[in-house]
């Protein structure tokens, strides 16, 4: 046990570590009859095509904590049930998504709740934010089951602020199955006290990501619409990383932070706070910053900037001592995986109940409320089958989006007033 800290491993510091990991993975070629989609063959998106995309995606790094290791924030903690069971939908073959090989999602976020007392400037929820709940308690425990029959590696509870729902939050750990998938939520760090991460802890919450955007805290509360949010936050991670939880950081890089200078001082920050993996979100133009995308969006020379950051992050010596990297607008690029939304990888389900293929693109493939979910599931994963080798369709469809808002139409807006765009996206 290492009592809740966090340890890197990358360069020759990884070597020993990762050879007993790729030994493990002989339990499951010797299984076939439990594990009947674990493959080496590049043809079926096996193992040795995984390993090529880990090294494009620049993925040297991972983190241990209580004797467990965290590959990335897509997949369960390693050696656990969880793990084995991705292995048998095929979630260890990466490139396969869209094919029989891997048949599991990756991660889906579920807005459990409306509510939430701050007013971040780049919440994806935000016309849905209330303050009352739509979606009961007993129609998320009924979609969860239907996701982890499916095969999903991580469910994440989100909102709206996960944490005013807590309640409910805990019922939902504790009535969940553990052993097909890890549970994560992501907070801004509201009302996260010692005691009540230890409850979440004893439900099964197996990590928990804290929204905190800056190192600046006058800065970050601006961000976030709230006074204190920045001390909230960190107050949030050291309850959680003290209660044993797996902690990571979700982080919106602005061009202001990045052309300051001070993601160093931010990066140092979280260093010294040991959370395990920060997971970079690029600005997108919806909720919030769907009026203003233009002023938001990162430019490519911002981009390479964080490019060039990430690469050193994740594989040099020099920081080692660093957190995880995770940087979603990098691995979705079109000359790696593309898009990965719609269950290719990731979906979403929004606080109102509505089904949509990424937090970041407001279409609604059905309700949850008053539709089958499996039939929802099923006609979003049939209307793009594959992941888009596009630019990010956030950004591609934002400004059809934003007139079919100005026109009176309420977000999400239906799939059926978008079939035609998205299908031309799938055909590229
Ligand atoms: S739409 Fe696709 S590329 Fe864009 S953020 Fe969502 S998953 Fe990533």
């Given at each position: 046990m290492n009592n809740g800290k966090v340890q890197y491993y990358t360069c020759n510091k990884a070597i020993p570590e990762l050879l007993k990991f790729r030994i493990s993975l002989l339990k499951y070629f010797f299984r076939k009859k439990k594990y009947?989609?674990?493959?080496?063959?590049?043809?079926?998106?096996?193992?040795?095509?995984?390993?090529?995309?880990?090294?494009?995606l620049k993925i040297c790094k991972f983190v241990k904590h209580n004797n467990h290791?965290?590959?990335?924030?897509?997949?369960?903690?390693?050696?656990?049930?969880?793990?084995?069971?991705?292995?048998?939908?095929g979630g260890l073959n990466i490139t396969a998504s869209g094919t029989p090989y891997k048949k599991h999602i990756d991660t889906v976020i579920l807005g459990i709740t409306r509510r939430c007392s701050y007013k971040c400037i780049h919440c994806y929820e935000y016309f849905n934010l209330n303050d009352s709940d739509t979606v009961?308690?007993?129609?998320?425990?009924?979609?969860?089951?239907?996701?982890?029959?499916?095969?999903?590696?991580?469910?994440?509870?989100?909102?709206?602020?996960?944490?005013?729902?807590y309640?409910?939050?805990?019922?939902?750990?504790?009535?969940a199955d553990h052993s097909l998938s890890d549970f994560h939520i992501h907070t801004s760090g509201y009302g996260v006290t010692p005691e009540n991460a230890a409850e979440l802890k004893s439900a099964g919450l197996n990590a928990a990501g804290i929204g905190l955007d800056d190192v600046n805290p006058g800065r970050n509360d601006l961000f976030r619409g709230c006074k204190g949010a920045y001390e909230q936050a960190v107050r949030a991670i050291k309850c959680f990383r003290d209660s044993g939880i797996f902690?990571?950081?979700?982080?919106?890089?602005?061009?202001?932070?990045?052309?300051?200078?001070?993601?160093?001082?931010?990066?140092?920050?979280?260093?010294?706070?040991?959370?395990?993996?920060?997971?970079?979100?690029?600005?997108r133009p919806c909720g919030a910053f769907?009026?203003?995308?233009?002023?938001?969006?990162?430019?490519?020379?911002?981009?390479?900037f964080l490019t060039e950051l990430y690469i050193k992050l994740n594989t040099s010596e020099e920081y080692e001592d660093y957190p995880l990297i995770s940087y979603d607008a990098f691995s979705e690029a079109p000359c790696n995986m593309g898009c990965m939304m719609a269950g290719n990888s990731l979906l979403y389900i929004d606080s109102l109940g509505n089904?949509?293929?990424?937090?970041?693109l407001p279409v609604t493939f059905g309700n949850i409320l008053n539709e089958n979910f499996a039939i929802i599931l099923d006609l979003m994963r049939k209307a793009v089958p594959m992941p888009l080798k596009t630019t990010c369709p956030s950004i591609l469809l934002s400004t059809r989006i934003k007139s079919m808002k100005e026109a009176g139409k309420s977000l999400?807006?239906?799939?059926?007033?978008?079939?035609?765009?998205?299908?031309a996206l799938v055909s590229q």
């Open positions: 009947p989609l674990f493959s080496f063959s590049s043809a079926h998106g096996g193992i040795i095509k995984t390993y090529d995309m880990q090294k494009k290791s965290y590959f990335s924030l897509t997949m369960p903690h390693w050696p656990s049930e969880a793990f084995d069971n991705m292995i048998a939908n009961p308690v007993e129609r998320w425990q009924e979609v969860i089951k239907v996701l982890q029959k499916k095969g999903v590696s991580v469910i994440t509870f989100s909102g709206g602020e996960p944490m005013m729902r309640d409910e939050l805990l019922e939902l750990l504790e009535t902690t990571y950081v979700n982080f919106c890089p602005t061009k202001e932070i990045i052309r300051s200078g001070d993601i160093y001082k931010y990066l140092e920050m979280l260093k010294d706070l040991n959370v395990g993996i920060i997971r970079w979100l690029e600005p769907l009026d203003i995308d233009e002023k938001v969006l990162l430019n490519q020379e911002d981009k390479d089904v949509e293929p990424c937090v970041f999400p807006v239906p799939y059926d007033d978008l079939k035609e765009e998205i299908s």
